[in-house]
């Protein structure tokens, strides 16, 4: 812990627009409930980029003591991050959808069918009207 400057958000003012999150290169600032967040302080090193992002000035800097930032703690928390995005990336894409209204498998049953050659995946609310037009 050092005493040092760090972003501080006032969450009466935060309205949860979520601007802050991608101008921090550290990634430090999340949402949660429906507030920004500096998930870890270690992540945040006070540079302040995401304040002229905020409409309602809800960020500021403050010094006050926090743990130190740390460049290796940003480097891990990235690669989590980026691990994160792609297992979620890998389950989008190996989710099935309606051929004909595209809902997903999670939404309702899907069923193999043969229309005019060509296989195809169609929910169970679209195949009466496959079947009978
Ligand atoms: S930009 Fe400001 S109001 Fe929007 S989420 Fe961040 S702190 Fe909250």
Redesign the pocket.
Known sequence: MTKRQIVH?DDE?????????TPCAEQA?E?ADG??RVMREELCDGAGF?LA???????TIEEREAPDFSEEAVHRHRLEQMIKENAAKKAKAATLHCELCGRSENDAPLIAVRDQGTSRWVCVKCLPALIHG
């Open positions: 958000i003012l935060c309205n949860g627009c979520g601007r802050c999150v600032i949402l507030k920004a995401c992002v905020c409409p309602t000035g809800a960020l």
